[in-house]
């Protein structure tokens, strides 16, 4: 049970959003969200629904898409669904699975735990949130 449980602190700590982290802080992250197996196709958010969980990609892929345009696509390690956790929101994009995938659903309480125990989490979430949001709306980045 421990080396299974080591294994996967290594895992999480070789997701870009994770690395850097104490190992306190991950294994509160370890302690949260839940992993989901998806299934080709299948939709893990729908724009202007209402959000429950933001997602964190550990194998698969996804494509993002708004307004019905492809706006982006998510790997292993990438992170979404927090923009409407954040803002208390709709969904802003709809994603699919274009391939079986692993995510790690993490519901509202533990995704606000997680900004809450993991600064280091927070300042990468909201800088990754920032970014799109300025993708998005096509501003100027200064």
């Known amino acids: 049970?421990?080396?299974?449980?080591?294994?996967?602190?290594?895992?999480?700590?070789?997701?870009?959003?994770?690395s850097g982290l104490e190992k306190d802080e991950l294994n509160v992250v370890a302690g949260l969200g839940t992993e989901v197996p998806v299934s080709e196709g299948q939709k893990l958010?729908?724009?202007?629904?209402?959000?429950?969980?933001?997602?964190?990609?550990?194998?698969?892929?996804?494509?993002?898409?708004?307004g019905g345009e492809e706006?982006?696509?998510?790997?292993?390690?990438?992170?979404?669904?927090?923009?409407?956790?954040i803002s208390h929101g709709p969904r802003t994009a709809t994603v699919?699975?274009?391939?079986?995938?692993?995510?790690?659903?993490?519901?509202?309480?533990?995704?606000?735990?997680?900004?809450?125990?993991?600064?280091?989490?927070a300042v990468k979430i909201l800088l990754a949130t920032a970014e799109r949001l300025l993708a998005a709306e096509g501003a100027p980045t200064n």
């Open 1 to 18: 049970m421990a080396r299974k449980k080591n294994e996967y602190l290594e895992r999480l700590a070789s997701v870009p959003l994770f």
């Open 45 to 66: 958010t729908t724009e202007g629904g209402v959000a429950h969980e933001a997602f964190l990609v550990m194998s698969g892929t996804a494509n993002c898409l708004r």
């Open 71 to 85: 706006v982006a696509t998510f790997g292993p390690g990438d992170f979404f669904g927090e923009m409407a956790l």
């Open 96 to 121: 699919t699975a274009t391939s079986g995938m692993v995510v790690r659903a993490f519901d509202e309480g533990e995704f606000r735990r997680m900004l809450h125990d993991s600064p280091h989490v």
